[in-house]
């Protein structure tokens, strides 16, 4: 059952990934690459930026942000763009077992999936416990922008 739910999901997963590539983004935005220098063409066509690059730049290299934020610092203005990930992280569930069932064990009786503890349900034995990976959102990438370029950037995990 896992594997029925899981492939669909992971082949739009797959397409939807290929299709977010510096590539695309030039080739959805002709425009916007056209007012490029062509040091900062030839960064964008592999994805890589560096410190005086405008925003439009940074967007057709990186993609669109997942969040910005704005502030001021020594009288200057600026502007952040996060970009984020997920990360995986095994988490334990006392909900255990699948779908509804009998569950036959202290307490007998009908329960959803195991929720009760341990004992016999529908697809055999449930301990009551169970072990699963979630995804949580992590900033993975940042970047700076101070009078609309480029000031710093890190690509990779926030040390915040």
């Known amino acids: 059952m896992k594997t029925i739910v899981f492939l669909p999901l992971l082949a739009f997963l ?19 690459y056209r007012s490029l220098s062509e040091a900062e063409k030839a960064l964008v ?17 990186w993609g669109p942000p997942d969040g910005r934020s704005e502030g001021e ?3 200057k203005r600026y502007e952040h763009w996060l970009y984020r990930s997920l990360s995986p992280v095994v988490v334990q ?5 699948w779908g509804p069932g009998w569950a036959w064990g202290p307490g007998c009786g ?13 697809w055999g034995w449930n301990n009551g416990v169970a072990t699963d990976i979630a995804y949580i959102p992590r900033t993975s990438s940042w970047v700076k922008f101070v009078n609309n370029r480029v000031e710093s950037w890190q690509l990779g995990e926030d040390p915040r």
Not at 93 to 97: E, K, Q, R
Not at 115 to 120: D, K, L, N
């Open 14 to 32: 797959a397409v939807s990934c290929t299709s977010n590539t510096p590539q695309t983004r030039i080739e959805k935005n002709p425009k916007i």
């Open 45 to 61: 066509e592999v994805g890589k930026i560096q410190n005086g690059m405008t925003p439009p730049a940074v967007f057709l290299a």
């Open 73 to 75: 610092s020594n009288g």
């Open 93 to 97: 569930s006392a909900w255990g077992g």
């Open 110 to 122: 009908w329960y959803r999936g195991g929720i009760a503890g341990p004992g016999w349900g529908p």
